[in-house]
């Protein structure tokens, strides 16, 4: 039996513990040998096992314990390598052009498709071939392309037949003069010369870090010049839910699922099964990392575990590398555990008629969310404090609404379910009159103290404001490094403030599911006094306006208050 079938047969039996989409995945593979010819798909054995031999013969591993040694194909590797260069149609031309892999960290991607690039560069039969390793930068593409030049440097055989250039440690090229190829790394700041590429082969390493699919699209673009082109996608996990990556991972999964009829992409998702935690149960961890005890070790792995637990500011990068968990910010701000202590679901805002409040009131852009926060004084816990209740309510466009579900996230679709949670405007743009009154019925049905707002947007929303009237105290809060000269107020004070009331458990939430999706994902700017606020750019994708308003209205809670703070009268026609 070949090594690719054999590693699926026992990924299905169970023999070889895997997550579900590679479960998905060899199961895909059985089935295709059973039936995929009555769709022209045809298993070469021959050319499956070629390249693991090329693989095992011909190179040599670098670096560390391995360097020297034959590149041997581990079982998921030979499942990998094997279903690319195995599978066939019927003109005899590869099945497969567009591969997406995601592992952990550490567990031999850029070699192996370092050997994929090499392969296709020498012995692929392929004139003229062109390969190149994609990074999101110069330095990330060299990363795979090295790898390839010391494998290189390794092989008695490769070294006579290839020609690098630039000088050692400083290599740019490597050169098959016998069939005119070469194989380069290359990235968005790659200088443009001559024509466009004409790949053979494009691999594409950490996915995850690409700002946009700009490198695929060029690279896929040269592939009508080539009769059997392959794109190869190498990443961890990561926290994007716009990204290129994300988009692919998708794509991948339901052609895994066979949700998605693909017969030209192969998937190899590493994934934890729904109820896994890494952190406290280590025989979950060969899912994400299939080679574990041969590239990671076990004792590696508890220590990183360990890391997560004792460190919450590097649970998630620890849990996207290692674990292949996606998570919704590149560093946890609050941990899950904490976060569902202060949330509770009977609260009720009806229930807190006339009471005194506090509003922050996170304005966007046309097209992006509006936030309205309401904090409301509850009691006092036991040692006298002010303890207090807060609640969200988010608005959306429509088009902007249906975007979050196509590309960020399905659940938005169930965020709206409740539209005291999450209102969508029937529009394109945000409605600021509607934002406008609902301030207005805030002011009647409340004791509003004040309303904290940001002065950024704040004089497009100001001529609604002034239209209806307010009689009621709005002061400046910054989103910014900036403290207000008037109020005194400072969004690094606040979420200051906000941690402090969240860690004494003064402070309950509505379970309002956007307030916990922003508290998932935020994320911070930190200055070099070490103050901090939320990094709209980046975190904002996921939509942390909610969190930013009941900063802000917490911020007007404790700030100090001030005789000059401007009034609005209100006034009805």
């Not at 045809?42 to 095992?56: I, Q, Y």
């Not at 012995?123 to 994609?134: H, K, L, N, V």
């Not at 000088?167 to 003069?177: F, I, K, S, T, V």
């Not at 509505?510 to 935020?522: D, E, K, T, V």
Request: with cysteine; aromatic share 8%; hydrophobic share 35%.
């Amino acid at each position: 039996m070949d090594q690719a079938t054999a590693y699926a047969k026992k990924v299905c039996k169970g023999s070889i513990v895997a997550g579900p989409y590679v479960r998905a995945a060899c199961k895909r593979h059985l089935d295709d040998l059973k039936r995929g010819h009555e769709r022209g798909l045809l298993w070469d054995v021959d050319a499956a096992e070629r390249v693991l031999e090329f693989c095992s013969v011909v190179l040599r591993l670098s670096e560390g314990q391995f360097d020297g040694k034959p590149f041997v194909p581990e079982p998921s590797q030979a499942f990998i390598l094997g279903s690319l260069f195995g599978w066939k149609q019927q003109d005899g031309t590869r099945r497969f052009r567009r591969a997406y892999i995601e592992q952990g960290k550490g567990n031999g991607k850029s070699p192996m498709v370092g050997a994929i690039g090499l392969y296709g560069l020498v012995a692929d039969g392929e004139a003229g071939a062109q390969i190149y390793s994609a990074g999101a930068t110069k330095e990330q593409a060299g990363v795979l392309f090295r790898d390839a030049v010391l494998m290189v440097n390794q092989s008695p055989s490769l070294s006579k037949v290839i020609t690098s250039s630039g000088g050692p440690g400083r290599e740019y090229n490597l050169a098959h003069q016998k069939s005119q190829s070469f194989f380069r790394p290359v990235s968005r700041e790659t200088k443009k010369t001559g024509s466009g590429p004409r790949p053979h082969f494009a691999l594409c390493d950490e996915l995850h870090e690409h700002p946009d699919g700009g490198v695929i699209e060029i690279l896929e673009r040269g592939f009508k010049f080539r009769r059997q082109p392959m794109l190869v996608m190498i990443t961890n996990s990561g926290s994007d839910r716009r990204s290129v990556c994300w988009e692919e991972r998708k794509h991948a999964v339901n052609v895994a699922l066979r949700q998605n009829e693909d017969d030209t992409t192969f998937s190899y998702v590493c994934a934890l099964d729904e109820g896994d935690d890494p952190l406290e149960d280590p025989s979950c961890w060969i899912k994400a990392n299939p080679l574990l005890g041969v590239t990671i070790e076990n004792k590696y792995l508890a220590g990183v575990a360990k890391q997560a637990k004792d460190l919450p500011g590097k649970r998630n990068g620890i849990l996207r590398l290692h674990f292949c968990v996606w998570t919704d910010a590149d560093t946890a701000w609050i941990e899950k555990e904490l976060w569902d202590q202060v949330v509770d679901p009977s609260l009720h805002i009806d229930d807190f008629s006339h009471k005194r409040c506090f509003v922050g009131l996170d304005l966007s852009s046309s097209r992006d969310m509006t936030a309205i926060s309401i904090l409301f004084e509850d009691s006092f816990d036991d040692d006298g404090r002010p303890t207090y209740v807060g609640f969200v309510k988010g608005y959306l466009p429509k088009a902007s609404h249906q975007e979050l579900i196509d590309k960020d996230n399905e659940a938005w679709s169930r965020f709206a379910e409740n539209p005291n949670h999450l209102e969508i405007f029937d529009s394109k743009v945000i409605r600021l009159d509607e934002v406008a009154r609902e301030l207005v019925s805030l002011t009647t049905k409340y004791d509003v103290e004040q309303i904290a707002y940001d002065s950024w947007l704040y004089q497009r929303f100001q001529q609604e404001i002034d239209d209806l009237g307010i009689d009621i105290p709005i002061v400046e809060h910054p989103q910014t490094w900036k403290i207000a000269r008037d109020s005194g107020l400072s969004m690094p004070q606040s979420i200051t403030d906000l941690e402090k009331l969240i860690l004494e458990r003064r402070i309950r939430f509505q379970a309002n599911p956007i307030l916990g999706y922003a508290a998932a994902s935020a994320t911070f700017v930190e200055s070099t006094a070490g103050l901090r606020r939320f990094n709209k750019e980046k975190s904002g994708k996921s939509k942390i306006d909610a969190l930013v308003s009941m900063a802000m209205a917490i911020g007007s809670a404790h700030g100090p208050k001030t005789e000059e703070n401007k009034r609005h009268e209100v006034f009805f026609i």
